[in-house]
C-alpha cells in the first residue's frame, strides 16, 4: 500500500504541474484562474495522500509491537495529530461503529455524531449520494464495503448531504486497518470536499468549448472578409485585408476586458475614429446610451464601423479637412440596435458602379 500511495502523491504533483504550465500558459485570467484552482487542489489531494503514508507506517509499527491488540485513535497523541490535518478523517471498528472523527469531518458532515453509536454506523453524514444522484445507504457506502472484504477504497468521488440539505462531492480514500494475521481492526477513511475543484474542472469544459467555439467563429469571419474583399491591385487587397483583420483584432481586445461578456459600442466606435478624436478636432461625434453588444453583434458592429470609417476617409466626409461624421445609436422597444450614421461638409456623394465589401458586409450582417 505504500508504494502504491507513493505513486499516487506522485501523480497528484504531475497534475498539478500540468495545471501550472497551463495556467502559466493561457492568455485567458479566468482560464488562468481556474487552472490554478486545480493546481491547489492536486497540491492538497498529495498532502492527503502523505499524510496516508505517514499513518500506515505508523500503524504498521504499532501492530509490530502490539501483535493483534486494536489501535485506539482516540488515544490523545493521534487525536491532535488528525485533528492539526488539512483533511477530513474518522475512524470505525469492525463493526462499522465510528470511534473517532476528527473536527473537519464534522464541518463536512454538518453534524457531529455521538462515538460508538450504534444509529451511526459507518459514516457520519446525514445522507450519501451516487455522482449520477442515487442515494447510497449507510450499510452500502464505501466504508461498509472496505470492513466487509478488507479491501482499499481509492478515488472514489461521492455526493453528502447535510442535515440543512446542501450537498458538497468528496473524494474518499478507505483503508483497512489489520494485525499481522491479516485480521481486520477497522477502517480509516480520509476524504477532503473537492466541490470546488469538481467546478473549477466544469468550467475549464465549458471555457474550452466556447474557445473552440470562438475559434471557429472568428477563422469563418476572417474567412469571409478574405472572400468579399475587393480590389484593383494585390497591395490594395492586402491593405485592405490587413486593415479588416485590425479592427477585428481591436473588438476581440475589448471581447478580453470583459471576460467575453461583449463590447461597449463606445468603445468600439472609439477604437475605430481614435485617428479623428485628437484634442481640439471635432470632426467626428460619437453619442448614444451604454450598450453592451454580445460579442456577435459586437463584432458585427466594429466591421461595419470600419467599413463606413474608411469610406469616409477615402471618398467621404472625412477625406477633406473640413468633412465631419455623426454616429449615434438608441435601442428601438422591439430592442433593435438602431445605428445613425450622418456624414457632412464632405464631398458630393457618387453612386458606385459595383457593389464594394461594406455594403456587401452590411447587407449580410444586419
Known amino acids: 500500500m505504500l ?19 497551463r495556467a502559466d500558459a493561457t492568455p485567458d485570467p479566468a482560464l488562468r484562474r481556474s487552472y490554478s484552482d486545480l493546481e491547489d487542489h492536486w497540491l492538497f489531494l498529495a498532502r492527503s495522500y502523505m499524510f496516508g503514508e505517514s499513518l500506515q507506517d505508523f500503524i504498521d ?13 482516540k488515544l490523545p497523541m493521534v487525536g491532535q495529530l488528525f485533528d492539526l490535518l488539512p483533511v477530513a478523517i474518522y475512524v470505525c471498528d469492525p463493526s462499522g461503529l465510528i470511534i ?66 446542501s450537498r458538497g462531492v468528496v473524494l474518499v480514500n478507505i483503508a483497512p486497518l489489520k494485525d499481522l494475521s491479516g485480521n481486520i481492526l477497522g477502517a480509516v477513511n480520509c476524504f477532503q470536499d473537492v466541490t470546488e475543484r469538481k467546478r473549477s474542472e466544469r468550467q475549464i469544459a465549458t471555457l474550452a468549448g466556447e474557445a473552440e467555439h470562438r475559434a471557429k467563429n472568428i477563422l469563418a469571419t476572417v474567412q469571409a472578409t478574405v472572400h468579399l474583399s475587393q480590389s484593383d491591385t494585390v497591395h490594395g487587397l492586402k491593405n485592405a485585408i490587413e486593415a479588416r483583420i485590425r479592427a477585428l483584432a481591436r473588438v476581440h481586445a475589448l471581447f478580453m476586458q470583459s471576460r467575453w461578456a461583449g463590447a461597449e459600442l463606445s468603445n468600439i466606435a472609439k477604437q475605430e475614429f481614435a485617428p479623428y478624436l485628437r484634442e481640439g478636432e471635432l470632426r467626428v461625434r460619437i453619442g448614444g446610451p451604454d450598450l453592451l453588444l454580445a460579442p456577435n453583434m459586437a463584432q458585427a458592429a466594429a466591421v461595419i464601423l470600419h467599413e463606413l470609417s474608411t469610406n469616409a476617409a477615402k471618398y467621404g466626409s472625412l477625406s477633406v479637412s473640413e468633412g465631419q461624421v455623426e454616429v449615434t445609436w438608441s435601442r428601438a422597444a422591439s430592442e433593435r440596435l438602431i445605428l445613425h450614421w450622418i456624414e457632412s461638409g464632405g464631398p458630393p456623394a457618387i453612386m458606385p458602379t459595383r457593389e464594394g465589401f461594406a455594403t456587401s458586409i452590411i447587407d449580410r450582417m444586419i
Not at 509499527?61 to 485513535?73: E, F, N, Y
Not at 450519501?128 to 447510497?136: F, N, S
Request: glycine share 6%.
Open 61 to 73: 509499527q504499532t501492530t509490530q509491537t502490539k501483535k493483534r491488540a486494536p489501535i485506539d485513535p
Open 100 to 165: 473517532y472523527y476528527n473536527s473537519h469531518a464534522a464541518e463536512l458532515w454538518g453534524r457531529s455524531p455521538s462515538l460508538n453509536d450504534p444509529t451511526d454506523r459507518f459514516c457520519g453524514s446525514y445522507r450519501m449520494y451516487h455522482l449520477d444522484g442515487d442515494p447510497i445507504e449507510h450499510p452500502d457506502c464505501p466504508m461498509a464495503d472496505v470492513l466487509r472484504n478488507g479491501d482499499s477504497v481509492q478515488n472514489r468521488e461521492i455526493v453528502v448531504e447535510r442535515t440543512d440539505g
Open 3 to 21: 508504494e502504491q500511495l507513493t505513486e499516487q502523491v506522485r501523480e497528484c504533483h504531475r497534475h498539478a504541474a500540468d495545471a501550472k504550465a
